[in-house]
């Protein structure tokens, strides 16, 4: 029996923030074909790689697909008829769809689709889970769990997983271009650029840490910090213009439907 219990078709930095969240490294086996990126997963994880994505198929059982979405189907071509009904492939790639996953990868191999977010590389990052509807609950657990330790996890059904990826899987961008906003208006108040990425990034990262470890409502929260005639609340009378809200919802809806587009 192989000693691999986990693959990695494809090494990139989404498939090294899953990696990192696994505690036993010496299981996993990578295809990746640049030596010099192989050799870095090698030192920094103590991880076997191969360049032959069929040396991943032939050893692990449950194998992560972590390519670009135009190498998909060169890499099913290559591995189809080697996996079996005792393996299970979870996708990372967007707009991949469960039925075109099963189109190319065959009928055998249980299949489950994830998007990630970047924040994976930071342990804070946020997955949707979409299972097929073949695939065994013990599977979906064990891949919650490794997922778990790079953070949040929530198991949806394969249709919400457009909306999961113009929210989570694109909101980074959003928020640091909210930051960037933010840096720039205080480099206009007259701080020193590098003390404006602070203020601005620690402030964001204490606002949701709090949000999150309080559980208080929105609302709540930010008529709590509008002092009646107070500076936030001069502020906020400019940002509650309500094309705020609606540049936010196309925003989220142009990625939805780009999603849509994709699969």
């Given at each position: ?125 946020m997955c949707a889970i979409a299972p097929a509807a073949n695939t065994p609950a013990r599977d979906v657990a064990a891949v919650r769990k490794i997922l778990a330790g790079a953070g949040e996890t929530v198991v949806l059904k394969e249709k ?104």
């Amino acid at each position: 029996m192989s000693k691999f219990k986990i693959g990695f078709f494809g090494a990139g930095k989404m498939a090294e923030g899953i990696l990192s969240a696994i505690v036993e490294k010496d299981s996993v086996i990578m295809a990746e074909k640049v030596d010099a990126r192989a050799d870095e997963l090698v030192r920094k994880y103590g991880v076997v790689t191969t360049d032959d994505v069929k040396g991943v198929a032939a050893a692990a059982k449950l194998i992560f697909l972590a390519v670009r979405p135009q190498d998909v189907d060169v890499v099913a071509a290559e591995v189809k008829d080697m996996l079996t009904s005792s393996q299970t492939l979870v996708s990372i790639v967007a707009g991949k769809t469960l039925a075109k996953l099963r189109k190319a990868f065959g009928r055998k191999v249980k299949l489950i689709r994830v998007m990630p977010n970047l924040a994976l590389r930071a342990k804070a990052g946020m997955c949707a889970i979409a299972p097929a509807a073949n695939t065994p609950a013990r599977d979906v657990a064990a891949v919650r769990k490794i997922l778990a330790g790079a953070g949040e996890t929530v198991v949806l059904k394969e249709k919400h997983l457009d909306a999961v990826t113009a929210l989570s899987g694109s909101g980074p961008a959003y928020f640091a271009y909210m930051q960037e906003a933010m840096v720039e208006g205080g480099v206009k108040l007259g701080l020193e650029r590098k003390v404006a990425m602070l203020l601005a990034g620690q402030t964001m990262f204490g606002t949701a840490k709090f949000l999150r470890e309080s559980a208080m409502d929105l609302g709540a929260f930010i008529e709590g910090v509008c002092t009646k005639g107070g500076t936030t609340a001069a502020g906020m009378e400019k940002l509650a213009d309500p094309a705020f809200k609606r540049i936010v919802a196309s925003t989220l809806a142009a990625a939805a439907a780009r999603s849509k587009e994709l699969a």
